[in-house]
């Protein structure tokens, strides 16, 4: 069956980094891509960043060079880190599956929320 | 970057009625387009991929619709359990944008 699981912070403070792991089973890193999508409170979804399943990645260049995404296979594990965090990256960030081959994300975690505070 | 216009940002409709939410790409994605339905407090649900393939499990009072930059969702005869946020995506061309997405309330 299918999950995929993010696990993170509840408050990050001003200007620190955020790191954020999704954690999947199911389904191999390998032959599915895996990306990332925020929300924040009240507004509506933003894609972030994808791993490609060869172990390439993809970003948003709105987060410039904020952003990272990498991966360990053994363990299942996506990595979102991004740095430089300000009040308005405050939101819920959520991991999602695309469908192979497919132009679709087919499943989604659960979302974890984040609160930027200063 | 596609901008996906998503309209309208709010529905109020009656339980049986029809409903059609539509989304406007900047330029043609080829029917790279997915609608999802996300729930207070829930991740959003695929539907519909491919602009109007329906999603495994997905009740059959939905259909998507369109090419080009035009879509569309429908959704026939309206249950009480459809009350969510609607969004589309383009999936054609990073990045992956999504519509702002559409409040749909029971009258």
């Known amino acids: 069956q299918v999950q995929l699981k993010e696990t993170g912070p509840d408050l990050v403070q001003l200007t620190q980094t955020l790191s954020i792991t999704c954690t999947v089973s199911?389904?191999?890193?390998?032959?599915?891509?895996v990306h990332w999508v925020r929300q924040p409170p009240g507004k509506g979804l933003e894609w972030m960043g994808a791993?490609?399943?060869?172990?390439?990645?993809d970003y948003n260049s709105a987060f410039k060079s904020r952003l990272s995404i990498s991966r360990d296979t053994s363990k299942s594990q996506v990595f979102l880190k991004m740095n430089s965090l300000q009040t308005d990256d405050t939101a819920k960030y959520f991991c999602?599956?695309?469908?192979?081959?497919?132009?679709?994300?087919?499943?989604w975690g659960q979302g974890v929320m984040v609160t930027v505070s200063s | 970057d596609i901008q996906m216009t998503q309209s309208p940002a709010s529905l109020s409709a009656s339980l049986g009625e029809t409903v059609t939410i539509e989304c406007l790409a900047s330029?043609?994605?080829?029917?790279?387009l997915a609608w999802y339905q996300q729930k207070p407090g829930k991740s959003p649900q695929l539907l519909i991929y491919?602009?109007?393939s329906l999603n495994d499990g997905v009740p059959s009072r939905f259909s998507g619709s369109g090419s080009g930059t035009q879509y569309s969702l429908k959704i026939n005869s309206l249950q009480s359990e459809d009350v969510s946020i609607y969004f589309c995506?383009?999936?054609?061309?990073?990045?992956?944008?999504f519509g702002a997405g559409t409040k749909l309330e029971l009258k």
């Open positions: 999602a599956r695309r469908g192979y081959g497919g132009y679709y994300f087919d499943y």
């Open positions: 199911g389904f191999s890193l390998t032959t599915y891509n």
């Open positions: 791993m490609w399943n060869g172990g390439g990645t």
């Open positions: 330029e043609d994605i080829y029917s790279n």
């Open positions: 491919y602009a109007n």
């Open positions: 995506q383009q999936n054609y061309d990073s990045p992956y944008t």
